[in-house]
């Protein structure tokens, strides 16, 4: 990841890679985590002490934990964001109708956070939640972002995050990609097809205000065996396309 402070403080980067050790470990304790960071122990030790008397890591008999504190700090950030509240009863609404999975997607420092999510009877159960990062590129709520992204910003964030993926579906090159998000812009709809995950699908429209800048993304998603044929080309992309035309007019005029 390029690093652009200017002044980058050395304890805060030291904090947060530990707080993301903590993270990737599932916990961890002082020894584990001293050698996963390659960091000495006695700094690994009063970093989360520290960590834990702000009460943001639980410790427990000496395996510590990124606490629940961060949670008061998302659920805040989240409802910060009109995006969430207006399209929270339409994306319920979308999950209900077709019984899959719908989503919304905000693009951050570029990659994307899933702000929200909604599962309808038959929605199939994935690795993500809400706030899972994902890149932009591999999934229909990303490209479907990156579509009304300008150029100059596509290409800043694929060379900083790459186009690595899980599977090999996805545009794995600057021209692939452009080539998918022109489609993207002609069709006003964008698809993955098991790009990000083997064997799921994906619909999804943007969000635009009414000055045409991109708030987000939503989608709707599911196993192939129920996305295919005239549901996946026609009737999830129409269903998709309403939903995000109402959360538009509702973000301009509310």
């Known amino acids: 990841m390029a690093r652009t402070a200017q002044n980058p403080v050395k304890s805060v980067e030291t904090t947060f ?14 020894t584990e985590l001293s050698r996963h960071l ?16 702000e009460e943001y890591i639980v410790n427990d008999g000496g395996q510590y934990r990124v606490g629940l504190r961060f949670l008061e700090l998302g659920a805040y950030s989240r409802h910060q964001q009109k995006l969430f ?35 309808g009877e038959q929605a199939v159960q994935v690795k993500a939640h809400v706030g899972t990062r994902v890149p932009l590129h591999s999934t229909a709520l990303g490209k479907a972002i990156l579509a009304h992204l300008p150029s100059e910003r596509v290409e800043t964030i694929s060379e900083r995050h790459g ?7 996805a545009a794995s090159t600057l021209e692939e990609l452009e080539a998918d998000l022109e489609t993207v ?8 097809d098991e790009e990000r995950l083997d064997g799921l699908r994906c619909v999804a429209a943007p969000v635009l205000n009414n000055n045409g800048t991109v708030l987000g993304a939503i989608s709707v ?3 192939t065996n129920r996305f295919r044929d005239e549901r996946f080309t026609d009737e999830l992309p129409q269903k998709v396309l309403e939903v995000a035309n109402v959360i538009e007019l509702n973000v301009t005029y509310s």
Do not use: C, M, W
């Open 17 to 30: 890679q530990i707080l993301n050790g903590l993270k990737e470990l599932g916990g961890a304790g002082v």
């Open 38 to 53: 390659d960091l000495p122990k006695s700094t690994i030790h009063n970093y989360l002490s520290t960590l834990e008397q």
């Open 85 to 119: 509240r207006i399209a929270k009863p339409e994306v319920d609404r979308l999950a209900s109708e077709t019984g899959e999975l719908a989503n919304v997607l905000v693009e951050e420092h570029g990659r994307g956070t899933y702000l929200y999510r909604a599962r």
């Open 163 to 169: 186009l690595g993926s899980e599977t090999d579906e």
């Open 185 to 192: 812009r002609e069709t006003g709809v964008a698809f993955d």
């Open 221 to 223: 998603s599911g196993p």
